[in-house]
């Protein structure tokens, strides 16, 4: 997990060497919307998912009770449409 490292470049310095887990802060699960979330994702997999080496994950372990559930959907859907 990378969680306070810039996942983009972290899996630019590390390419070829290790796998990077991380990129989705929680804070813009919690807080954001449907639409900011599968912008962000579609942004961040641009920029990463060419030569593998990534795993989209959340910045922690899971989310709080408070997390809207169309923002999880709007994850989901953002993975399955870019990644």
């Given at each position: 997990?990378?969680?306070?490292?810039?996942v983009?470049?972290?899996?630019?310095?590390?390419?070829?060497?290790?796998?990077?887990?991380?990129?989705?802060?929680?804070?813009?699960?919690?807080?954001?919307?449907?639409?900011?979330?599968?912008?962000?994702i579609?942004?961040?997999?641009?920029?990463?998912?060419?030569g593998?080496?990534?795993?989209?994950?959340?910045?922690v372990?899971?989310?709080?009770?408070?997390t809207?559930p169309?923002?999880?959907?709007?994850v989901?859907?953002?993975v399955?449409?870019y990644?």
């Amino acid at each position: 997990y990378f969680e306070k490292t810039d996942v983009i470049k972290a899996k630019e310095v590390l390419k070829d060497h290790t796998c990077v887990m991380g990129g989705i802060p929680i804070s813009l699960i919690v807080s954001g919307n449907p639409e900011q979330i599968d912008e962000y994702i579609k942004n961040l997999l641009e920029q990463v998912k060419p030569g593998g080496g990534f795993i989209l994950a959340p910045g922690v372990g899971a989310a709080p009770a408070e997390t809207p559930p169309e923002n999880i959907t709007a994850v989901i859907e953002a993975v399955e449409k870019y990644g």
